[in-house]
């Protein structure tokens, strides 16, 4: 962040500038000499002549000297920037796109919308932290790979949908797709928040293993299971008028996401509302978080030259005038 303002290198050189009007008073009460110019011609004109000269001299004079004073005092600009310098932490938000994820147990959105809204949130309240997203149903993509470019992010979760992917739960694939992406992360922390409302029916890698594998790497992993208790109404096909739903038990292996949570030194986290979910992230959001280092630079930019030049020009005016009319008493 860059903020600019204005300043002195030596600002109590401007108390000079108090001379200047008490020279003025002074001059102003001193008896006036009989004589004011050297040149015949202004006596000749009469007692009153050259007294708006003598004033105008005196005025150039001034300005040469307060010109002077101010740039004495160093005027200069400054730009201080102050660079936000920390650790970071490397997440990866795992997000699950199968079909079930269109349950609408969580009105007045299904679950998919309420974990979207949720994640932005999440994101949105970083600040120096890297940022992937991973999507999986039967297979697992990466949307985003770790990134601290948060608009793109947000983009990407805007962007999910089910049916992208293959239809199915492949928690091992997802799980191992998350852990290639933040094994070689740079920074001390590397975090996975997987989200699924399902049970582990597809892929060839088993989650447990894959959890290992990441506990290895030194990435922790936070699991959430998604969706009401008892039943819930699920797709189960397109009619006329879109998608078909019947009220169908909720699924959520709890043991295996609480085993790999365990696993690889994580928690898991239940929602079985929006409001939990909401609270579940706020929960993550303050586990993950490290102490942020600032540092503040201040780069000057002189402005002297501008005064200078001001008094400089004040006394080639006030010489000018002197070798034309005479000198100032």
Do not use: C
């Not at 008896?31 to 002549?49: E, H």
């Not at 600009?77 to 650790?87: F, I, N, P, W, Y």
């Amino acid at each position: 962040m860059t903020l600019h303002g204005y300043g002195f290198a030596t600002p109590w050189v401007l108390l000079l500038l108090g001379v200047l009007p008490l020279w003025w008073m002074w001059r102003r009460r001193r008896t006036p000499g009989a004589i004011r110019f050297s040149r015949v011609r202004t006596i000749a004109a009469g007692p009153r002549a050259g007294r708006g000269l003598t004033r105008t001299l005196l005025v150039l004079r001034n300005l040469a000297l307060a010109g002077a004073i101010v740039a004495l005092a160093g005027p200069r600009t400054g730009a201080r920037t102050e660079t936000v310098t920390s650790d970071g932490i490397n997440i990866v938000l795992v997000v699950d796109l199968s079909s079930s994820m269109l349950a609408l147990d969580f009105q007045p959105e299904n679950r998919l919308e309420v974990a979207k809204t949720t994640m932005k949130n999440f994101v949105a309240g970083r600040s120096a932290d890297r940022i992937g997203v991973v999507a999986f149903a039967a297979e697992a993509l990466t949307q985003v790979p770790l990134t601290v470019d948060y608009p793109v992010v947000l983009a990407a979760i805007d962007n999910l949908q089910a049916g992208q992917l293959e239809d199915g739960t492949a928690i091992g694939t997802a799980i191992a797709t998350a852990a290639n992406r933040l094994r070689s992360a740079p920074g001390r922390s590397r975090v996975m928040i997987l989200l699924t409302d399902g049970v582990n029916n597809r892929g060839a890698i088993d989650p447990r293993t894959a959890a290992k594998a990441a506990a290895a790497f030194g990435i922790r992993i936070y699991t959430i299971g998604i969706g009401s208790e008892g039943m819930a109404p699920v797709p189960v096909g397109r009619g006329l008028f879109g998608l078909r739903y019947e009220n169908r038990p909720v699924e959520i292996d709890d043991a295996l996401l609480s085993d790999v949570a365990r696993i690889a030194s994580g928690r898991y986290f239940r929602a079985r509302d929006a409001q939990a979910l909401t609270d579940i992230y706020g929960q993550i959001d303050q586990l993950e978080r490290v102490p942020i280092r600032t540092r503040t630079y201040v780069h000057w930019t002189d402005l002297f030259r501008w005064p200078l030049g001001a008094a400089l020009l004040a006394l080639t005016l006030e010489l000018a005038l002197f070798a034309w009319r005479g000198p100032l008493t």
